[in-house]
Each structure stands twice: as structure tokens, then as C-alpha cells.
């Protein structure tokens, strides 16, 4: 109804695969799991229509089974993550960005050593991805990787990492007859690069109107958190400034899920996925949480009071205000276990 809330939530199509990977291009959706690739017609009501397979064989999931995809000059951008963390792969397919026609015909490797490339999309005709970097190099390497992807590149994974640097004791040496120089020599560096582990997932640039004009032309991606960092790295929606149609640094956007407590961390979300609404708003979600968040800029959708006044109806539909707990005290800090 336009007051920047969802007013329906629907299951619209499911598969025993694991699902990741959803484009909407006009009333076409593209969906991707594991192995399998597929179109959809969008119908009224937003549900979609039967399945067209456009691929079936995709390379195994392994350590990276989270398949996105995008639809760019009548073609298909499929990016496949590595089946290990580091490691030489079987299938040539894997740590790959691959394209195909709209029909899943002339199925190539459009560019070549990216290790879990989630998150990608265009600025001024050019594709930028957020590669995740290498684990188990402790906790400042490997930082994760923004690269200006061409077709036709490599881009160091499985043998190097940042700035082609190789650590011995944790990469294979290069195979089928290449030497580390050659590789080297071959390997795009990337563009900018940002803390170690911080799981960058989707990336979108903004052209909206909504926001500040100094966000026009800015990449947001959502950036999931460490998992093997002792502070822990992301758990925030992050800004990526360009000046000069290149990026310069990360800053935080939307940040506070996760936090110290006692003597450990606290997570308050994961986030997953970002797009924006045609109003020029973001929307980005949190898959641990269940939650999708929308974040407007100028007058909120609802003043505070009026939603905390819903929330009090919700909550006492029978009267009344109040909560009763000890652990409410007069003038004090609410509690970590109340957020």
C-alpha cells in the first residue's frame, strides 16, 4: 500500500536444490542452485510460471555453493564459486565467471581465478566483483578483494592472494606447466581491497534518485561477517566510494549486528542479499534473522510514535502499556538481550 512495508509474503517457487542465484530481467526470472539453471515467467499476481531449464551440469557446490547470476547485453553472468579454499580444480568451471546466451546455448568462462565471487554488477559499462579471499592466514589476511573483471582475465586464485602475494605453507605451487612468475605475470591485481574475512555477498551500484547525489555512482554490498577472525570483520552494509570511475575505500553504511559482550561477540544478523525499490530506497536482508530491512532517506515512511504505537496495540490488544521486569530498572540501560 505504499507505506514502504511488505504487504504480502508468498513462497512463489521452490526445488529440492539448494536455491541462491534470483535475476529478474523484465517478466523473466532467472533462478540458480547447485547444478541447475532455469527461467520462469513472472506472472500478475508475482508468482512464476513453469520452469524453462536453461543448464543442468554446472560444476559441484563444495565449499562454495552460493550461485548468483545477472542478465547484461542479452546475456547471461553466471559466477561459480571454488569447491575448496585452496586448491587446484578438476573443473575448469569452478572460480569462474561464466556467460551463456538467454537460452543457456554458447556456455563460456568469460574470466578465471575468482574465488567466490558473489557479489558483482556494472558502472558505466565495466563489471566490478567482491571476491572473498582466502581463510586460515590469520587475522588480516587474506583481505577481501574488489576487482575491475574484463573477459578473457585471471585474477590469482588459487595461487595468489592480494597483490600477488604466495605464502608457501598454505597455497599449491602452480600446475600444468605454468611457473609462479608466469602465473603472476597473467594475474590481474585487484582494485581495492578491504578487511580480511568480512564475507562480502551481494553488490549493487546506486543510480537512484533518493539518496544524496554524492551516493550516485557508489557500489553498497552487503557484507556477511568472519567466522574464523578473533575481532570479527563485516556484519554491516558497507559503501564503496568511487572517485574518478574507480574505487578508493570502503566505509560502513549500515552497521550494529554485531558487538561486544561480556567477554565475547554477539551477532545480531548475517546479511545476505541488496537491491534497491524503484523509489530509490535499499532493501537488504539478514538470512540468519529471517528479517528484510528497507533503509529510505528524508520523511520516514511513518513517524516513530505512530509505529510504536502499533506495536503497544499488537502487543495489549485488550489495554494497556506497560512491561513488568526486573530487568527494566528506572534509568538504566536496557539490557544486550532486548535488542
Not at 563444495?62 to 548468483?68: F, L, P, S
Amino acid at each position: 500500500d505504499g507505506d514502504g512495508r511488505a504487504d504480502v509474503a508468498k513462497e512463489v517457487q521452490s526445488d529440492p536444490e539448494w536455491l541462491h542465484g534470483v535475476y529478474f530481467d523484465g517478466d523473466t526470472a532467472y533462478v540458480v542452485g547447485v547444478r541447475k539453471l532455469w527461467k520462469s515467467p513472472v506472472l500478475p499476481d508475482g508468482s512464476l510460471g513453469p520452469k524453462t531449464m536453461l543448464a543442468e551440469d554446472l560444476p559441484d557446490g563444495g565449499q562454495h555453493n552460493n550461485r548468483t547470476l545477472a542478465v547484461k547485453n542479452g546475456k547471461i553472468y553466471l559466477s561459480i564459486g571454488s569447491t575448496c579454499n585452496t586448491c587446484p580444480e578438476t573443473n575448469p568451471e569452478n572460480a569462474t565467471m561464466v556467460t551463456m546466451d538467454l537460452d543457456g546455448k554458447n556456455r563460456k568462462i568469460f574470466a578465471s581465478g575468482l574465488r567466490n565471487t558473489i557479489g558483482f554488477d556494472w558502472k558505466d559499462g565495466e563489471m566490478y566483483g567482491w571476491d572473498q579471499s582466502i581463510d586460515w592466514l590469520g587475522d588480516d589476511e587474506a583481505r577481501e578483494e574488489i576487482n575491475l573483471i574484463a573477459e578473457g582475465r585471471r585474477y590469482g586464485w588459487p595461487y595468489l592472494y592480494e597483490d600477488d602475494k604466495y605464502d608457501e605453507t598454505h597455497l599449491p605451487k602452480p600446475q600444468k606447466g605454468y611457473t609462479l612468475a608466469q602465473w603472476r605475470a597473467e594475474s590481474d591485481e585487484p582494485r581495492l581491497m578491504h578487511t580480511a574475512h568480512s564475507a562480502g555477498m551481494q553488490m549493487k551500484f546506486y543510480e537512484g534518485a533518493q539518496f544524496p547525489a554524492a551516493y550516485r555512482g557508489d557500489a553498497f554490498v552487503t557484507l556477511r561477517g568472519s567466522w574464523n577472525r578473533s575481532v570479527p570483520s563485516g556484519y554491516e552494509v558497507a559503501r564503496v566510494k568511487f572517485e574518478n570511475g574507480r574505487p578508493v575505500r570502503v566505509e560502513p553504511f549500515v552497521s550494529g549486528f554485531v558487538r561486544r559482550t561480556g567477554n565475547g561477540w554477539t551477532q545480531y544478523g548475517r546479511l545476505c542479499g541488496l537491491d534497491f525499490l524503484p523509489d530509490g530506497s535499499m532493501l537488504f536482508s539478514d538470512d540468519d534473522g529471517g528479517n528484510l530491512y528497507r533503509v529510505s532517506y528524508g520523511t520516514p515512511s511513518a513517524p516513530a510514535k505512530d509505529i510504536v504505537a502499533k506495536l503497544v496495540k499488537d502487543l495489549f490488544p485488550a489495554g494497556g502499556t506497560a512491561i513488568a521486569s526486573p530487568d527494566f530498572r528506572d534509568g538504566g540501560r536496557l539490557p544486550d538481550w532486548t535488542s
